[in-house]
């Protein structure tokens, strides 16, 4: 029975994806809209719930799943990210040709997979909930299959992520041949007990897992899928990506370079930090050039997965909050910023970052709420992701006291900082300093309307109000044991 | 007594996010709030000046509300001699600049509602007493200004061939380098330090000669990019040029004094041996600040561009002041980033008054305008004669003090140094003389005939109240300099004597709290 109650989230979702499913093809329901309106309001309630389950320390099916406080963080997230697509989802849902239903059942199984992601103690579980995530995402970034773009989108991720799914396996083998194991726990006790540098094969297994991981958070060198999958996609299953299976990929990296390969950090850790360098550089000087609103925030989600390597590569417990808090806001942040790119696209049919202008005018919440999405994924104060930034920053230079050439990834951050605030900004001019060709008032559903005010006060609020996100990121991040 | 301080700097926020609740179709209601919050921070500022301890050293009205316990925040609030007359500064200059708004005819909700987070942003910043709400506050006014500029701005064209979102654009852009540089500064002070308190900073923690060497440099040129240091300066003058009336008065006025008192407060106290380490290059660049820029506002022949440049120009007077690491020195750059504020604020507010009506500024084309708008005449008379340092006004006091600090410094860099900024005034009177003849004196052009001077009380008002402020600094500069004095010896050129190898002890614990803040 306890072990019902650790999967008792993943349940839920799954059965209520099913019995949607099962629903629409006995007897279709006219209105489609209004299905998502309920699954959207139905995962909400779970939402509440989540709040109700209290974290175990013991692991459940024999080591390989946990519900730690750092599992209900994501899950929490997930399901926060799953709620607010639903609704997208219902607001697109005139766009999508035949198949609605499936579409929100395809969204919801997909989360049950992030919502397994973030309970992963075991390699071979990482793998089945990594495939059931990457697959239904497959489907999904192809759903509108008349239309090239979007078909594009759907091979290209499939043909990467089956590569990248290929390495991770390839790694695990490798990791399972040289340590006789795959959970977490006892690779962690098996590298702590051992002496002198691991074998090599043992390093190559392990590169071969962060490849396949680099490729699901966006990193440099498995990043180009990034933009163009971002544009093709439909905008609902592109705000999925960039909020839901980031998040997943971010889970996973936590829980695999911090539970289990912790004790070798020296071999990784400059690696990252690399990496992390290198992926901040090239989201941010990317994203220049784009005037493709989709495209843009692909680039920029390949910036802010630098963002949080850095705070992965510091390996101290205030990087790994770090990471954990930006990813709570950056949920809001980007959930924001899709929501009225819906609201807008369904009036003007148009993703380029031109047919925005004059936003403020046409759509004072629309405009607002993109606009302080946009400050917020460039870090401004007061908004959330000011606060992001800053702990990531503060997590990188407290490693430099130790390590100084941390300082240099700390210049590489603040230097891409003012360059994202120029694309940023460019957003922001079309809204409100540009004038619009028509100038036609965009209406916003009520439903809509909810969830763009949501979003936006948690943006603000947690902008100035800190502390309660930030003590549940610390609380979860304490089971790493990280100093 | 001690909530008021935090009142005052809170209060326009707060009317912010009111306004953002007001219908957006009663523009009277919604300036009528503005006024009543900044004029309301304005008379809790007076009050709290004129309750100003003036026999004690250190921060008064201190009030802290506990933020962030994992990382030691707290918001808290508290004056001492420096920021208590950079507080007055912003409450003289955001309330005469919220009166001159009354030309804003377009989006007044909107407008009102940045220019009232711009006023917390800067005052916050002023009298905050922990390092990460004073970064906090710092950006919190970066894009209220884009904002601003970008909307209700205009910018002539002329022979940059720039437009105003160019202007702003880059106006945003070098601030945010600036404060992302300061904040590596800020962020290495804190681990070595342990703890985000400027007071204990200042008091009780020795850093290290690396983390000084190491972050004084990012402060100071973090710091110094906002404050137009040169070669960094290129962005504020064009920046204040498409900037509408208020937004010029605050940015010159204040938001530039930002930067440095960033290095005032946090890079002299807490960085003393790294100040001593660049000191000499800062002088320098000061006299480029002052020569240089003086040079370039005699090529100019916009109005805005010859006031913008003078204004980087004074910056360069601020930096030598601070270059000195002196009391005198230092407080004289103190005195003249308020005197400086004031002059600047009225010059920009009396552009603003005749370029709302002739829709030009370019100084040639003006003439004669003395004989249709005496009262702005006048005014603009007193306030070249303040910015060319002439007795009488708070700026001559204040560069006097900056001019002695330089050559009691002693070596022979300060004196050359000194005999430059000297021969900066020469320029400046030329330049500004030059241009208040050709625009408001000379044969009177009939297309400017149907100028309206200023003449109820409201709109004379801001004028005559900044004049005031000027003159009464100027006739009786004890009244500041008593208390700037005060904080500059005891919490900035004390400090400055304290080397890291003769408090090992103190750094030592100092070390053991960044190991785990």
């Given at each position: 029975m306890m072990s019902l109650y650790a999967v008792q989230l993943e349940c839920l979702v799954a059965t209520w994806a099913i019995i949607l499913l099962l629903v629409d093809a006995f007897s279709p329901m006219p209105n489609k809209r209004l299905v998502g309106y309920v699954a959207a309001g139905f995962v909400a309630v779970a939402l509440l719930y989540s709040f109700a389950i209290q974290p175990i320390d013991n692991p459940f099916f024999h080591g390989m799943f946990r519900l730690d406080p750092f599992a209900l963080y994501f899950k929490r997230l997930f399901l926060l990210a799953l709620a607010v697509v639903l609704l997208m989802a219902a607001e697109f849902s005139?766009?999508?040709?035949?198949?609605v239903v499936e579409f929100y059942a395809l969204l919801m199984l997909c989360a049950v997979g992030m919502l397994v992601i973030a309970s992963v103690n075991d390699f071979i579980l990482l793998f089945v909930s990594l495939e059931l995530v990457t697959i239904t995402l497959y489907v999904l970034a192809s759903y509108l299959r008349r239309q090239l773009p979007s078909l594009e989108a759907g091979t290209k991720y499939l043909i990467l992520g089956a590569l990248a799914s290929g390495f991770t396996v390839y790694g695990i083998a490798y990791i399972f041949g040289t340590t006789?194991?795959?959970?977490f726990d006892r690779l962690a006790d098996l590298l702590h007990s051992q002496t002198g540098a691991p074998s090599s094969a043992f390093v190559f297994g392990m590169l071969l897992v962060l490849t396949g991981l680099g490729f699901k958070i966006a990193?440099?060198?498995?990043?180009?899928?990034a933009p163009d999958v971002y544009q093709g996609a439909p905008t609902p299953v592109t705000a999925f990506l960039a909020v839901g299976s980031k998040a997943a990929g971010f889970a996973l990296l936590l829980r695999v370079l911090y539970a289990g390969l912790l004790p070798v950090s020296m071999v990784w850790n400059a690696l990252i930090a690399v990496l992390a360098g290198a992926t901040i550089l090239y989201g941010n000087l990317g994203a220049i050039p784009q005037h493709n609103i989709k495209r843009l925030l692909g680039y920029s989600s390949i910036g802010h997965a630098g963002y949080m390597l850095m705070g992965v590569a510091a390996v101290n417990a205030l990087g790994a909050g770090a990471v954990l808090f930006y990813l709570g806001q950056y949920a809001f942040t980007n959930l924001c910023a899709f929501l009225a790119i819906i609201a807008v696209t369904a009036a003007t049919r148009s993703d380029e970052?031109?047919?925005?202008?004059g936003l403020g005018k046409r759509s004072p919440i629309l405009g607002l709420a993109l606009f302080l999405s946009m400050m917020s994924l460039a870090g401004v104060p007061p908004l959330s992701g000011f606060f992001g930034k800053f702990q990531l920053f503060a997590a990188v230079i407290q490693r430099a006291q130790v390590d100084s050439s941390y300082y240099v990834l700390a210049a590489i951050g603040a230097v891409a900082v003012v360059i994202s605030l120029y694309f940023y900004l460019g957003v922001g001019r079309a809204i409100y300093l540009q004038e619009a060709e028509d100038a036609s008032p965009i209406n916003v559903s009520t439903p809509m309307r909810i969830g763009l005010i949501v979003c936006m006060v948690a943006m603000i609020g947690i902008g100035i109000f800190q502390r309660p996100l930030l003590q549940a990121s610390i609380s979860a991040a304490k089971v790493f044991s990280l100093k | 007594m001690d909530t008021l301080l935090t009142i005052a700097v809170l209060l326009p926020l707060v009317a912010a996010f009111v306004l953002f609740l007001f219908p957006a179709n009663n523009p009277r209601a919604i300036r009528a709030l503005a006024l009543f919050a900044t004029g309301v921070s304005l008379l809790i500022t007076l009050t709290l000046f004129a309750n100003f301890d003036r026999t004690k050293s250190g921060y008064q009205f201190v009030h802290r509300i506990p933020w962030l316990p994992s990382y030691g925040c707290s918001l808290k609030f508290g004056v001492d001699g420096i920021s208590m007359t950079l507080l007055l500064l912003v409450g003289f200059v955001s309330f005469c600049g919220t009166m001159i708004s009354s030309e804003i005819h377009d989006r007044e909700k909107e407008y009102y509602i940045l220019f009232l987070a711009l006023t917390t942003g800067i005052s916050g910043t002023f009298c905050t007493m922990d390092l990460f709400f004073f970064y906090f506050f710092y950006e919190m006014a970066v894009i209220p200004m884009y904002l601003l500029i970008g909307m209700w701005g205009s910018l002539p064209p002329g022979k940059h061939g720039r437009t105003k979102e160019y202007a702003t654009m880059k106006l945003t852009l070098y601030l945010t380098a600036g404060a992302v540089l300061a904040l590596i500064g800020l962020l290495a002070i804190y681990f070595a330090g342990g703890t985000l308190d400027i007071e204990q900073l200042q008091h009780n923690v020795v850093l290290a000669r690396t983390t000084q060497h190491i972050a004084f440099p990012c402060l100071l040129f973090g710091f110094g990019f906002l404050a137009s240091l040169w070669p960094f300066h290129t962005w504020s003058p064009l920046g204040y040029a498409a900037a509408p009336t208020a937004a010029s008065m605050m940015h010159a006025g204040v938001l530039k004094k930002l930067g440095a008192y960033g290095i005032i407060r946090l890079a002299l106290p807490l960085l003393p041996d790294g100040a001593r380490h660049w000191a000499n290059l800062l002088a320098i660049l000061a006299c480029f600040n002052i020569l240089y820029a003086g040079w370039v506002a005699l090529t100019q022949r916009d109005w805005k561009f010859v006031i913008g440049y003078s204004s980087v120009s004074h910056m360069g007077y601020i930096f030598l002041g601070i270059a000195t690491l002196n009391v005198v020195g230092v407080s004289g750059a103190v005195l003249l980033m308020f005197a400086h504020g004031v002059m600047a604020a009225l010059t920009f507010s009396l552009i603003g008054f005749f370029y709302h009506q002739?829709?030009?500024?370019f100084v040639p084309d003006l003439s004669g305008l003395a004989r249709k708008i005496p009262f702005i005449g006048v005014c603009m008379v007193m306030a070249v004669m303040a910015s060319s340092g002439l007795p009488g006004f708070a700026n001559f006091a204040s560069e006097v003090l900056v001019f002695l600090g330089s050559w009691q410094q002693g070596s022979t860099l300060f004196h050359v140094a000194t005999i430059c900024a000297v021969w900066g005034i020469v320029v400046t009177a030329t330049y500004l003389l030059w241009a208040v003849r050709m625009s408001f004196f000379g044969p009177f052009d009939?297309?400017?005939?149907m100028l309206k001077d200023a003449v109820s009380f409201k709109q004379k008002f801001p004028y005559a109240l900044l004049l005031a402020v000027l003159l009464t600094v100027g006739f009786y500069p004890r009244v500041l300099t008593d208390i700037i004095k005060q904080s500059v010896a005891t919490s900035v050129v004390s400090r400055l004597s304290v080397s890291p190898e003769t408090n090992t002890a103190m750094v030592d614990t100092a070390y053991r709290n960044g190991a785990k803040p």
């Open positions: 005139p766009r999508i040709e035949s198949g006789g194991t795959t959970n990193s440099v060198p498995f990043q180009v899928w970052i031109p047919s925005f202008s | 002739t829709h030009n500024r009939e297309k400017w005939s």
